[in-house]
């Protein structure tokens, strides 16, 4: 379990110039299995190195493992590196949300609740579905116990939710799509089994049409 003692150097190597990703990993998962921490008197010193670090973090650029093509030598090799470290990033990400979604809602937050609202907003427009609904929740509860302070925020997130509402019938058109393609792709592909067992029959049917033949001949000449 963390020590209040070693959250400054704890915290500062999530931030380190050439932290691997391995090693975030393993520095969130220990944050998040010392969250009890901030239910004890250290929550504020939690929050003063802690909360800085994860804002940065999470401030930067989400994956995004379908960015600019490769060049086709290296195509396949870039497509497998990048699409890990895109996995590794939207999961210490996650892990990071987790952390904040547990920290208590009271007076020694209150410092950072505007930036968490807007983190969170901001992370909520551009990361993965289970991030999002971890974004999602902390909003909630932040308009539930600092509703006066977070009025500026309110139309920033019923645009967001105006915009998901209008990709509706985009996002339906393309799951008809989907379907379609799926379908076609099924179709053509029985009907190139069917093709091959007609052929195989065919085949079949002649070469032992041959043989009958040749047997057939066999015995005449054993007649004669």
Known sequence: MLQASSFAAHSAEFVADGVSMARLHELAGEVRDSIEIVHTQEYASFLQHYFPAFSKLLSRSAPSPEGAAAPEAAQGEEEASGTGAAAGESKLRKT???VL???PHNELLRPYVQELMTLCLQVLQVDKEESALICLR???DLHKN???????HV?????FVCSLYEQVPLAVQDLIKAVDAAREADAT????QQAGGGAAAEQAAKEGGAAAAQQQASGGGDGL
């Open 138 to 140: 902390i909003i909630f």
């Open 189 to 192: 592909a029985q009907q190139a």
């Open 101 to 103: 979604n547990r920290l």
């Open 146 to 152: 600092f509703r006066p302070t977070l009025e500026e």
């Open 96 to 98: 990071l949300l987790e």
């Open 155 to 159: 139309q920033p997130f019923l645009q």
